[in-house]
């Protein structure tokens, strides 16, 4: 098997609506060999990964997928359940999936749920190999397979503290972005709302208290002043200086490192000189600066303190291990490592113990070695510190600290300024006051770990990550930002996408909104231009939504960012389906009409509940996608008497539409006049109909968003069709008598539309330059050459996108469309004009221009608008000859 392409799905897509990996696999031979002629693949099977037996597939029941297995399926079905089930196994809970046929033999679209994307693809990728074995009778052995995998989760997942956080606002609805595949770097909520977290430091998290607390000798002098009970201790630079400070505190101490976490480097209960010299130069390994400080006897405690509230306390204990009287001190280890409990890094609720230089020294400190076998009862630590992170053990007494010590937690996180703050108290009990025994801090820190409360290893765990999302969204009856999220506009279809994400975004901005907008052409923030492109696809819905003073997100969706990354978002307030024509056909597996008409409509099933779907009544296949709509419904329509939206308006639903060339919505009984298509500047006095098309959704989805009648007159008035305000959309242009107009129409539908528009223009000749892209069918082509041929008096074809054809056939069939509409009109002198080759689209422009004279129209449907609009403004053109009689 051949896997030819392999992709995340991030978003809303034309297979799923939630997140999915996409595999077309190529599965060669085995297109010839169904399950059901393989003997005893099914037991095979499940021998080898028994889980299996839970899944349902059609059959809908447990043990379903065994029963196909038994009727006979395909290689690409077994590779999507054994893809699910491998992710089950590494602890990730996915189970949809789907495998479809293709238009070609033996490949198939594989699709499957993934929670983490490397985990997914390389799940899919296992799940080829080991499908491939079955097939093969080859021998199997599972383990490596699930080991490798789990390196792959342990490499990308994220820690437990963010993961905490992230589970808390999805409980919320609110998104979560990862800003960054190695760490734990993330995006809470879109736009103004957003929030963005490492670990357990915020974007409110303080600079100076982060600081403070990364500074152990800084931390002491501010809770000392402040009458903190803390460590007597000295900044150390040198060895001699350390032996001093031991000498004059007294022994035992403690020795660590100025700047630290985690509790490398650090030396506790040092006894003597000796000791003190192996303990500063484990300290001065990780900084030149050593702190050497007074032993503190009592309990290990961590207080947690948020939003300056104690929210949790544990009693932590370093990695330690009991003697039984006959094991060796590394026997006791390896059997504490096989608790289940206990796995690498962050994966389980412990962290497995390693004998490192600093266990060693510590045991020797004790009289031991790894081969000394401990006696029944003793305890014998193997840790100086208690962090979790080195296989420590944490007991919740979040219930039982007494009010004074909860007082003084809260009043460091103060003297501090931290937002989020852990906070190391060596006491002998959290159940009496601190002043009442013997008790110090001994640090705080800043992003402090979170899993010692989330899964203590005894006692209640606390759901630390509600804390940290009130903290940052407010509590969850704010409706102003419960979810954090803003309102997304979502628009697509066939044809006009642009125009219509600018008018919506123009209108949102007169009413008084901060927009960020992305279109086929740019992205812009508060009408501002940061980045030029085609930014239709999911990476410029993600580029809006970072913006922090972004309050309406609107956005153009083209269907190859659908078919290749799914939508950039996993719901919208408002979807916006314009129309579906015959465009495109024949990529991505979309081959037909309704295929295309689905992979639109993925916007409309996107819209979430309680949203609006915008819909255009005068298209059938989009009037049906009504059944994808989760909320409300509102119809634009160029005809007013609709029956469709007649009913749809007398069951109290919204419509917008034309009367007496007036743009009005109604509803009920209701009829709300808006604006004359006269004042409306890209409706050309009414000629422009898909203009006015445009105009009726984009009133419609503002609407939606709360604008009012004012507001949305106010808007229509005041977009004009110029470089401005919509570049490369119908922008006509008055040069030396020659009028030029430049639009975008690639297609036979836009085409069929700005005839209309053309024709009402008056001109002595109609020069046209255009083009098709290559990736379009050879029978698309010929067509969009034959409509050129209804439209002209003079044709350039040019060739700007050809997308791998060789240099000059897209071309070629553009002209054979042309020319071959015009032998079907019959008479020679009934052809529409000359038409004539040019490749290069700036000397197809040129051309044009030294053809057009006084009185002539230039229809300019060219690719690169802003070369084309270059060229015009650096010219003068010929005005029409004088005839002298």
């Given at each position: 098997?051949?896997i030819l ?10 297979y799923?609506?939630y ?5 077309r ?23 080898l ?5 839970e ?10 997928f065994f029963?196909?297995?038994?009727r006979g399926t395909?290689a ?6 054994v893809a699910?089930?491998?992710?089950n196994?590494?602890?990730f ?8 046929d ?5 490949i198939?679209?594989?699709?499957y749920?993934?929670r983490?994307?490397?985990s ?13 074995q079955l097939f093969?009778d080859d021998?199997?052995?599972l383990?490596?397979v699930i080991?490798?995998?789990?390196e792959?989760r ?8 963010t993961a ?9 609805g ?9 760490s ?12 963005r ?6 974007g ?6 982060y600081?403070?607390a990364?500074?152990k000798n ?5 809770l000392?002043?402040?009458g903190?009970?803390v460590?007597?201790?000295?900044v150390?630079?040198?060895l ?6 031991a000498r004059t505190?007294g ?18 209960d040092?006894?003597d ?6 303990a500063?130069a484990?300290?001065y390994?990780?900084?030149a ?11 290990d405690h ?7 509230q104690l929210v949790?306390?544990?009693?932590r204990?370093p ?8 094991s060796t001190?590394?026997?006791l280890?390896?059997a504490?490592n ?13 962290t497995?113990?390693?004998?490192d230089?600093?266990s060693?020294?510590?045991?020797s400190?004790q ?5 000394s076998?401990i006696a029944?009862?003793?305890i ?8 979790l ?7 919740d007494?979040?219930d039982?600290?007494?009010p004074e010590?909860?007082f003084?937690a809260?009043?460091i996180?103060r003297l501090i300024?931290?937002?989020i ?5 060596l ?8 002043e009442?025994?013997?008790?110090a801090v ?9 899993r ?5 290893t005894?006692?209640e765990?606390r ?8 903290m940052?969204?407010?509590p969850?009856h ?20 642009t125009?219509t ?5 123009h209108l949102?901005?007169?009413a ?9 052409g740019?992205?812009e923030?508060d ?16 580029t ?7 309050e309406?997100?609107i956005?153009e969706?083209?269907?190859?960012g659908?078919?290749r990354?799914?939508l ?5 307030e408002?979807g ?6 015959s465009?495109?056909?024949?990529e991505?597996?979309?081959h037909?009409l309704d295929?295309?008409?689905r992979c ?5 099933d996107?819209?979430r509940?309680?949203g ?6 005068d298209?059938?296949r989009v009037?049906e996608s009504r059944?994808?709509a ?9 005809n007013p008497?609709?029956?469709?939206v ?7 639903g919204v419509?917008?539409t034309?009367?007496?060339e007036?743009?009005?919505?109604r509803?009920g009984q209701v009829?709300a006049d ?14 422009a ?21 004012a507001d949305?007159?106010?808007g229509l008035?005041t ?9 490369g ?7 030396d ?10 297609n ?12 009402s ?12 892209p290559g990736n379009?069918r050879?029978d698309?082509i010929?067509?969009l050459?034959?409509?050129?041929a209804?439209?002209h008096?003079?044709?350039?074809v040019?060739?700007?996108?050809p ?11 553009v ?5 071959s509409q ?5 008479e020679k002198?009934?052809?529409s004009?000359p ?7 700036h000397?197809?422009v ?6 057009a ?9 060219v690719?690169?608008i802003?070369?084309?609009i270059a ?10 000859p004088?005839?002298?009689?």
């Open positions: 098997m051949n392409e392999h992709r995340a799905l991030r978003g809303p897509n034309y799923s609506r997140p999915a990996i996409l595999m696999l190529d599965i060669g031979e085995l297109e010839t060999r169904p399950s059901d002629t393989v003997p005893g693949i099914g037991d095979r099977l499940a021998a990964i028994p889980s299996l037996a899944h349902r597939c059609s059959v809908g029941r447990p043990g379903g029963e196909r297995l038994a395909w690409g079905h077994i590779v999507e359940h699910i089930e491998l992710q196994l590494i602890g809970s996915v189970g949809y999936g789907k495998t479809v293709s238009y070609e033999t033996g198939y679209n594989v699709v749920r993934y983490d994307e490397a997914g693809l390389a799940a899919g990728v296992a799940a080829v190999e080991l499908v491939t093969s021998d199997i052995d383990d490596p080991a490798r995998l789990k792959v342990d490499a990308h997942m994220l820690g437990p503290s905490a956080i992230v589970d808390a606002a999805a409980r919320r609110i998104p979560a972005t990862r800003l960054d595949d190695n734990s770097y993330v995006q809470l909520g879109h736009g103004h709302h957003l929030q977290i490492q670990a357990a430091v915020t409110r998290t303080s600079l100076i208290g600081g403070m990364d500074d800084w931390t002491k002098q501010v000392g002043d402040a903190i009970p460590p007597a201790g000295h150390c630079d040198s001699e200086q350390a032996l001093a400070a505190l022994y035992p101490v403690v020795v660590k490192p100025l700047v630290g976490n985690h509790g490398r480097g650090v030396s506790i040092v006894g000189d000796n000791a003190l010299i192996e500063y484990a300290a390994l990780r900084h600066s050593v702190v050497v400080e007074q032993y503190i006897h009592g309990e961590r207080l947690l303190v948020i939003d300056g949790a306390a544990a009693r204990r990695a330690h291990v009991t003697g039984d009287g006959q001190l590394q026997a280890v390896d504490e096989s608790d289940p409990r206990r796995g690498i890094g962050h994966e389980n609720l412990l497995q113990i390693e004998l230089e600093q060693d020294r510590l045991t400190q009289g031991l070695t790894r081969d076998v029944a009862g003793d014998v630590w193997l840790k100086a510190t208690a962090n992170s080195t296989g420590g053990t944490a007991t007494v979040t039982h600290v007494h010590v909860r003084a809260e009043r996180a300024g931290l937002d703050i852990g906070i190391d108290l006491a002998e009990t959290l159940t009496r006051p601190l009442d025994q013997s008790a001994v640090e705080v820190n800043a992003g402090p770990g979170l010692m409360h989330l899964s203590p005894h006692g765990g759901d630390i990550g509600k804390h940290i999302i009130d940052l969204f407010g969850n704010d409706p102003t930002q419960a979810n954090g999220r803003i309102p997304i506009t979502a628009i697509t279809g066939t044809n006009g996408k125009t994400t600018r008018l919506i975004a949102l901005r007169q008084g909104r901060r927009v960020g907008m992305a279109t086929t740019t992205i923030i009408n501002h231009v940061v980045m030029r492109g085609d930014y239709s696809g999911p990476q410029a819905a993600a809006v939504l970072r913006e922090p003073t972004v309406h997100a956005l969706v083209a269907r190859g659908i078919m990354r799914g950039g978002f996993d719901e919208c408002v916006v389906l314009l129309n579906i024509a465009d495109h056909l024949g991505n597996d979309i037909t295929e295309l008409a639109k409509t993925v916007v409309i996107a819209v509940e309680g609006t779907a915008v819909l255009n009544a298209d059938a009037y059944r994808w989760r909320g409300p419904i509102i119809f634009f329509t160029l008497d609709s029956e469709a007649a009913a749809h308006v007398r069951e109290h419509a917008f034309v009367r007496d007036r743009v009005v919505m509803q009829e808006i604006i004359a298509l006269a004042d409306m500047p890209i409706s050309f006095g009414g000629h109909r898909f203009n006015v098309a445009n105009a009726l959704a984009a009133a419609a989805a503002a609407h939606a968003l709360g604008l009012t009648v949305i007159h106010m008035q977009f004009h069709p110029t470089l401005g305000q919509n570049r959309r119908t922008n006509l242009i008055d040069i008598g020659v009028r030029v107009l430049i639009d975008y129409a690639h036979v539908p836009a085409l069929q539309a700005l005839h209309e528009l053309v024709n223009l008056p001109a002595n000749r109609r020069i046209y330059v255009a083009s098709s379009r050879d698309d010929r067509a050459g034959a409509q050129l209804h439209m008096d003079a044709l350039f040019c060739e700007p996108y997308r791998g054809r060789p240099p000059g056939e897209v071309a070629g069939l002209k054979q469309g042309a020319l015009d032998e079907a009109q019959g002198d009934q052809r004009g038409v004539e080759v040019v490749l290069d689209e000397e197809a040129a051309q044009a221009l030294d053809m004279h006084e009185g002539d129209l230039l229809v300019l449907l690719e690169y802003d070369e084309a060229q015009i403004r650096g010219r003068s053109l010929p005005t029409a004088t005839i002298s009689l």
